[in-house]
Structure formats: structure tokens, C-alpha cells
């Protein structure tokens, strides 16, 4: 199995361009999570779906961020436009969910951001 | 609402000694608990987890007893090698309705030294 796929692994960018990450989950699992993470506020859930529907978007920081999953093997956070606040790891991860059990979450290896 | 907390590091300590790192939660319910990993460059690895009260977790040496009483979850190791170097995070998954997320503490950066 291949884990869960981040693309692109490093971007960096300019303030005011848009940013676009994304993210293959593994294989059968329902569950997509987006986290952001910095020094300062250290591991943040943004969003999270389930059965590629958004659930809970409340750690979504501004209008700004965007994430969509249009099928069950494909995810994007689009950030437009960027701002060197931004900077920081992002990481995707997935689950398998069934009928109120859960499973562990496999993380990927992250894209690191970098806005000038 | 849901919370851990973890003792703040860096954590430094000489190959072969004990490690403990001290993890407290807060949560409504009755939560499952986890301790992941994160190498330098990585992303996070699930390294145990205990899903009810008095369950321990346990993998590559480590180990945790979800403790009720006092809303704990330490993580544990007898001897330590310079590769257990890493941040590790505590973390609770409380189900709510159609859907689950994790709570992470804010990591523990551990430092092994020869």
C-alpha cells in the first residue's frame, strides 16, 4: 500500500498567489482529514470528510481556505490568496469508518509551505 | 470541550534510560486514547493506542495504561535508543455523531543522546 500521498511535498510562493495542496487518501478508507501545523499553535485540525462530505470545517481559519474532495481518492486546500502567515506543514490524513467505530489515522508526509 | 495536555520538552536523556512522558485529558465522554509518533521530516505514525479504562498500549517498547481516574495516558519506556528520537503527541478520538477527529496535545520533543 502506498499510504496516503501529499503533492507537492515543498511550495513556496509569493504573498498574494494562490496555493493549491493535495492529497490521495489510501485506498478504501472514508475519512479525509486536513491539519496544519506550526511551532506557535502546533497541530491544528482544519477540516475533516467523511464519504468525501464535508463534516466539520470550524478549524478552517478564513474565507481563504478552501478544501474540496471531489471523489473518494482525491482532496485539495486551496488558500487564495496567500499570505506568509500561512507558512507552515500541512498534512492530510485518512481513516476507515464504519457504523461508529473508527480506525487509527494514517498520516502523510506533508507538504511544507513556504509564503514570502 | 476536549483537550490534552502533555508535559512540554525537549525532553533530553542518555540512550538506555527510562522515559516517561506525562499526558492528562479532558473530555465528555469516554474517549480512546493515542500516542503518535513524529520522526524528524515525517508525518505523524500511530505508535499505541487503549480504547477503555485500565487498557494498555503497547509497541516497540513503549507503553501506556489509560488510567480513568486520573484522566491519563503516560507514555512509558524501560530503556530508550538514540532512534526513539522524535516528537511525540498525545491524542483522544471522541465519536460524535457521523464522524470522528482527534484531539492532539501539543507534542514532546525527545532528545536521545550516546
Known amino acids: 500500500d502506498a499510504g496516503v500521498i501529499q503533492s507537492p511535498r515543498h511550495e513556496v510562493t509569493e504573498m498574494g498567489q494562490e496555493v493549491t495542496l493535495r492529497c490521495k487518501p489510501i485506498?478504501?478508507?472514508?475519512?479525509l482529514f486536513w491539519y496544519r501545523q506550526t511551532m506557535m499553535r502546533g497541530l491544528e485540525l482544519l477540516i475533516y470528510?467523511?464519504?468525501?462530505?464535508?463534516?466539520?470545517d470550524s478549524g478552517m481559519p478564513e474565507d481563504r481556505f478552501s478544501a474540496k474532495m471531489p471523489n473518494a481518492s482525491f482532496s485539495t486546500l486551496k488558500i487564495q490568496p496567500s499570505e506568509p502567515r500561512d507558512s507552515a506543514v500541512y498534512f492530510c490524513?485518512?481513516?476507515?469508518?464504519?457504523?461508529?467505530?473508527?480506525?487509527?489515522?494514517?498520516f502523510g508526509p506533508g507538504t511544507r509551505l513556504t509564503v514570502t | 470541550g476536549n483537550s490534552v495536555t502533555q508535559m512540554e520538552g525537549p525532553v533530553t536523556l542518555s540512550e538506555e534510560a527510562f522515559l516517561t512522558i506525562n499526558c492528562t485529558y479532558t473530555?465528555?465522554?469516554?474517549?480512546?486514547l493515542f500516542w503518535y509518533v513524529q520522526y524528524p521530516g515525517e508525518g505523524l505514525q500511530l505508535l499505541l493506542k487503549a480504547t477503555k479504562a485500565d487498557d494498555k498500549g503497547s509497541n516497540k517498547g513503549f507503553e501506556a495504561t489509560y488510567r480513568k481516574e486520573t484522566t491519563s495516558f503516560h507514555l512509558e519506556k524501560g530503556s530508550v535508543q538514540v532512534s526513539d528520537s522524535a516528537v511525540y503527541f498525545c491524542?483522544?478520538?471522541?465519536?460524535?455523531?457521523?464522524?470522528?477527529?482527534?484531539?492532539f496535545g501539543t507534542g514532546t520533543q525527545l532528545k536521545v543522546e550516546l
Open positions: 491524542a483522544l478520538r471522541e465519536l460524535t455523531g457521523g464522524g470522528n477527529k482527534l484531539t
Open positions: 490524513a485518512s481513516s476507515f469508518q464504519l457504523s461508529g467505530s473508527s480506525y487509527e489515522q494514517y
Open positions: 485506498s478504501g478508507h472514508n475519512s
Open positions: 473530555a465528555t465522554g469516554y474517549p480512546s
Open positions: 470528510f467523511n464519504n468525501n462530505v464535508p463534516i466539520d
